[in-house]
């Protein structure tokens, strides 16, 4: 399977989170997927997630990555994000509680609901959090859990 890997550089700011859900919506219609199919929107909720943590709990830069097959019709459509921060510390999912008004805490607890798989590693003097969005029928990506030097080799 031929993948095709892009990436956004996301400012410190909170308010780029709304520019990297506009970019994915751009970056699956020009891959052929329809930015309203359901697994489109749980990536777009997930990669609002993930770019919110990188960029509210680290307070600097970080780099979205997506990776996709280049023909969406010959292969179930699988999906994986990458977000790259600056930060070490590994992602602690937390459990927002009892209290429905509260406005965080549910985040990471999303990705792990929403997605197949998820992890993070290490990279250089920061982390990468990444995740696995399948088709409907629950299909795979075939990058599982490889970290960025060995999805660039897969190609």
Do not use: F
């Amino acid at each position: 399977m031929q993948v095709l890997q892009v990436q956004l550089a996301v400012q410190a700011d909170p308010a780029e989170v709304s520019r990297a859900r506009r970019w994915v919506r751009d970056r699956l219609r020009a891959g052929g997927i329809d930015p309203e199919a359901p697994v489109a929107e749980t990536l777009v909720l997930v990669v609002s997630e993930l770019v919110t943590n990188a960029v509210v709990h680290t307070g600097r830069p970080a780099v979205l990555r997506l990776l996709m097959p280049v023909d969406p019709a010959a292969v179930p459509t699988a999906l994986r994000v990458e977000v790259a921060d600056a930060s070490c510390a590994a992602p602690a999912p937390r459990h927002a509680g009892a209290d429905e008004d509260a406005t965080n805490g549910r985040g990471l607890e999303l990705v792990e609901l929403l997605c197949e798989r998820w992890g993070w590693y290490p990279d250089g003097s920061g982390k990468r959090v990444w995740c696995e969005i399948g088709d409907p029928d629950g299909a795979s990506c075939a990058l599982a859990g490889q970290p960025a030097a060995q999805v660039a080799s897969a190609r």
